[in-house]
Antibody, heavy 119, light 112 residues
Framework: QVELVQSEAEEKRPGASVKVSCKAS????????FFWVRQAPGQGLEWMGW????????NYAQNLRDRVTLTTDTSTRTVYMELRRLGSDDTAVYYC????????????WGRGTTVTVSS | QSVLTQPPSVSGAPGQRVTISCTGS?????????IHWYQQLPGTAPKLLIY???NRPSGVPDRFSGSKSGTSASLAISGLQAEDEADYYC????????????FGPGTKVTVL
């Protein structure tokens, strides 16, 4: 079945980096884009970025553009999100999501990866 | 401040109909970009509920319906059920400098 399996929870110190993975199965990987969305505790959803698994093209949210990098590995059908220079306000659940066939929306979501930033 | 605005909460008794509004601007909904709706049950990942303004993915009950007009959109839940108690988010694409993909702040639906 169509599934996105994300990596396990991470705990990081302020200033460190984190790399979260999202492994896709059950569909043709390279015909889709993928989103990363995060949700801080008790808060709403925040779009972080998008990557095409076809050609690696990316779009990033303006407020994260200098700290986030999205990549894909087509051989393992995996999407990665790296966030650098972590601060306490980066503590959140990070979701990957597949772009739906009519574009611009997220039709399949991973279960989320909790990233905790604390000294 | 969210580019899209939603009421913080709505409530209704079982069986009633509730609606959630999502108001945007000329750079997103008003520019013709579609609205999509997600349901997030407590402690779980969001789930696509409505895409392209009014389309339901397979498996979503027809109690859920979406519409769009001008710079606003709405999600209606008819025949409200206890399992509908969740947070609901609207999402669109924005052509301004504020960002490419934008979410509303979310609306908590409470079943009385």
């Amino acid at each position: 079945q169509v599934e996105l399996v994300q990596s396990e929870a991470e705990e990081k110190r302020p200033g460190a980096s984190v790399k979260v993975s999202c492994k896709a199965s059950g569909f043709t990987f390279t015909t889709h884009g993928f989103f990363w969305v995060r949700q801080a505790p008790g808060q709403g959803l925040e779009w972080m970025g998008w990557i095409s698994a076809y050609n690696g093209r990316t779009n990033y949210a303006q407020n994260l553009r200098d700290r986030v990098t999205l990549t894909t590995d087509t051989s393992t059908r995996t999407v990665y999100m790296e966030l650098r220079r972590l601060g306490s306000d980066d503590t959140a659940v990070y979701y990957c999501a597949r772009e739906g066939p009519s574009y611009y929306h997220m039709d399949v979501w991973g279960r989320g990866t909790t990233v905790t930033v604390s000294s | 401040q969210s580019v899209l605005t939603q009421p913080p909460s709505v409530s209704g008794a079982p069986g009633q109909r509730v609606t959630i509004s999502c108001t945007g601007s000329s750079s997103n909904i008003g520019a013709g970009f579609h609205i999509h709706w997600y349901q997030q049950l407590p402690g779980t990942a969001p789930k696509l509920l409505i895409y392209d303004n009014s389309n339901r993915p397979s498996g979503v009950p027809d109690r859920f319906s979406g519409s769009k007009s001008g710079t606003s959109a709405s999600l209606a839940i008819s025949g409200l059920q206890a399992e509908d108690e969740a947070d609901y988010y609207c999402q669109s694409y924005d052509s301004s400098l504020s960002g490419f993909y934008v979410f509303g702040p979310g609306t908590k639906v409470t079943v009385l």
